[in-house]
């Protein structure tokens, strides 16, 4: 077909042909962009199955058509000829994350926690516009050459408003499906944040959590929890454990609110996991790849075995498939690995209270004898060759009538008036003279703060940091969106500092976009800021005309400097120093100042001294007039904000254009971060409130 036409659209080639149709490369002579176009020809309006599939290809350009995000397939146009409907799409170039993983490339930690990012930063975006995926899964995972992510195909997306689907059907990728979408029954973006788990625990580990036939997948997702990531691959950091678990929770409302929520939580795992060396994958199988549609009361034929609608009832236990294949049969021998592995474990345990045990040290005569402390679930395996700790609780000894041994001398009873020598501690049975109170063991703080960062990490509409004392009081200082206060206070509750003072600066305008968009950059609680911001003289509310002086410390790093002023109207100005009024004041670390009118290239061209101090639109340096002089206080009146960025290189190759808006800058922003910190770039962040009024 290459050099036929579409529409107005040139067809240069062939990218791939599917079951429905075929996608072609193109091109749009009007404005000479290369596109893709999918296809899907018309069918006999008598099949009812294959009028159910076309309807489902014009859904998915009416949801990604109202979907405008970096991370996220653009449709551009949708057209219908006699014979075919096609979508006209944006021309990603690069591959699926499906071939990635099919080709046993096994991505580093850090690499993946990018993915996922852009993964759930674009299901976040969906999801506020009330379109829910429901098809997540690694052939769906586009991967640009440049690493951005994009999701595609909305095939089988769910529109809030839309009434196309109803509880009952059951649509999805088996591997990738939640419970409640085996089960029939609506779904939400939940389902999404389950699917999304799948694939991270996918490149985890290089193998899918459920496999096999489609009942047996089934029955496990309603039934069963899935090794942890750790414990199948050496290259998953145990801080992901939890993160997988909760967003693969068999129940909706024990999984993340919120896409947002999830990448808040990997960032925060990550920042204590290793990047150990990529290690071999496994291939997937095709049963669980394809994406299945069924409507309730009506079965399906999946190869040469009808597979039964789901009850309500629990679901039964697995079917064999009539032709095993080596994933049914890896599967089995799995499941009797697993089963011996467990055998062996038990009788470990079971018969570790008759090994003979090392002998216990002595214990000192003022510490009482406790039980140890619960040990966590996971128990590290015995070196080879050596003995298993006993289980049993050593006791204290029970006198017993005195046996002649000639051979070993027995030492002297308690009840001896002559003390044992100094130099030999005494039995565990012996009371002390004089027992003193055991001395409180010391507070661990960085456990404490690891565990505070952890727990504040998930929060959204955020920018929060702090510090653990060495007597153990906690402070938490920063932003807060005013509706995340409970969230705020169960978080501390959870890593046991309920008590913490808190100095939160609490606000309820157009912000927590901006925050979530930098929250990579933020760094952990406990982890001191590298970039410092204040306003210059300001204490308090600014008053109409008052001038607005940003003044930030720099990181120890060079930097290239970005500083947004965030009106409470969703305004934006970019704070970028003019030659005629804007002023830009550099106090280097060695106490050097300099008063430098910035030329029409702003201040975020330039880079600036590590750990110098920066001055921002200082009227006592600029011989201007006083409309012209900085940025002063105006309409409309309330709480703004001031972001500031500094970043070792720039995080935009041209400067944002003056007439920008928020949700442009936005949109852009993230990825920017994203991509930068994934080239190794230094990125900090830091943002304050400014309260305005009229007098």
């Not at 072609?24 to 000479?32: E, K, N, R, T």
């Not at 899935?226 to 998953?236: C, E, G, I, K």
């Amino acid at each position: 077909m290459a050099g036929e036409k579409l529409g107005k659209y040139e067809i240069r080639g062939i990218l791939g042909k599917g079951a429905m149709g075929t996608v072609y490369d193109a091109l749009d002579p009007v404005i000479d962009r290369r596109v893709a176009i999918k296809t899907a020809t018309r069918p006999d309006p008598n099949d009812a199955e294959a009028m159910e599939e076309f309807t489902r290809f014009k859904r998915e350009a009416q949801a990604a058509g109202r979907l405008a995000h970096p991370n996220i397939v653009g449709i551009f146009d949708y057209g219908e000829t006699d014979s075919l409907a096609y979508i006209v799409m944006e021309f990603v170039d690069g591959r699926t994350l499906k071939a990635v993983l099919d080709a046993n490339e096994r991505l580093p930690p850090r690499e993946i926690v990018r993915v996922m990012e852009g993964l759930l930063g674009g299901l976040a975006y969906s999801h506020e516009r009330g379109v829910v995926h429901r098809d997540i899964k690694p052939a769906n995972i586009m991967l640009t050459r440049d690493g951005t992510v994009k999701i595609a195909d909305f095939g089988i997306a769910r529109i809030e408003s839309s009434s196309m689907t109803q509880a009952g059907t059951i649509m999805g990728t088996p591997a990738y499906m939640s419970p409640e979408q085996f089960m029939g029954q609506t779904v939400d973006l939940r389902t999404d944040i389950y699917s999304a788990g799948v694939v991270l625990y996918q490149m985890l580990t290089g193998e899918r959590p459920f496999d096999g036939s489609m009942t047996a997948i089934m029955h496990k997702v309603l039934n069963t929890d899935p090794p942890r990531p750790s414990d199948l691959s050496v290259t998953a950091p145990h801080a992901f454990d939890a993160v997988v678990a909760r967003a693969m929770a068999r129940r909706p409302d024990a999984r993340f609110p919120t896409a947002a929520a999830f990448a808040a939580a990997l960032r925060q795992a990550m920042e204590g996991g290793d990047e150990p060396a990529p290690a071999a994958a496994s291939a997937a199988g095709d049963v669980a790849e394809a994406t299945l549609v069924m409507s309730g009361g009506a079965g399906i034929a999946l190869g040469n075995a009808p597979v039964p609608p789901p009850a309500a009832a629990p679901a039964p236990p697995p079917v064999a498939d009539p032709k095993p294949n080596k994933g049914g049969r890896a599967l089995l021998l799995g499941g009797i690995a697993a089963v011996v592995v467990a055998a062996a474990a038990g009788g470990y345990f079971l018969l570790g209270t008759s090994t003979r045990a090392p002998a216990p040290k002595p214990v000192p005569a003022s510490a009482p004898a406790t039980a140890p402390a619960p040990q966590p679930s996971r128990v590290p395996a015995p070196a080879p060759g050596a003995t298993p700790p006993s289980a049993s609780v050593p006791q204290p000894a029970v006198p017993q009538p005195a046996v002649p041994q000639p051979a070993a001398p027995q030492p002297a009873p308690a009840t001896a008036p002559t003390p044992a020598p100094a130099a030999v501690p005494a039995p565990a049975s012996a009371p002390a003279p004089a027992p003193a109170p055991a001395a409180a063991p010391p507070l661990d703080t960085a456990a404490l703060t690891r565990r505070i960062a952890a727990a504040l990490g998930p929060v959204p509409c955020a920018m929060l940091d702090g510090s653990v004392a060495s007597d153990g009081g906690v402070r938490v200082a920063g932003l807060l969106g005013e509706a995340q206060r409970s969230a705020l206070r169960q978080a501390l509750a959870r890593a046991g500092a309920s008590q913490a003072t808190l100095g939160i600066d609490t606000f309820s305008g157009p912000y927590c976009p901006v925050l979530d968009a930098v929250h990579p950059a933020v760094p952990a609680f406990g982890t001191a800021p590298a970039l410092g911001l204040s306003l210059a003289g300001a204490s308090g509310r600014l008053l109409k005309d008052a001038h607005v002086v940003p003044q930030l410390r720099l990181p120890d790093y060079p930097s290239y400097l970005l500083v947004d002023y965030i009106a409470n109207d969703g305004s934006l100005a970019h704070l970028q120093p003019s030659a005629d009024a804007k002023m830009f004041d550099i106090t280097s670390p060695d106490g050097t100042v300099q008063h430098v009118p910035v030329d029409a290239a702003s201040a975020a061209a330039k880079v600036l001294p590590a750990g110098a101090t920066v001055t921002i639109g200082d009227p006592a340096f600029c011989n201007c007039s006083a409309s012209t002089i900085g940025w002063t206080v105006a309409p409309p009146y309330g709480t703004d904000m001031i972001l500031a960025i500094a970043s070792s290189a720039p995080l935009f190759t041209a400067p944002r254009p003056a007439t920008d808006t928020l949700a442009a800058y936005l949109a852009a922003l993230g990825p920017a971060i994203q991509a930068a910190e994934a080239r190794g770039v230094h990125v900090s962040v830091r943002a304050i409130l400014v309260r305005t009024a009229a007098q």
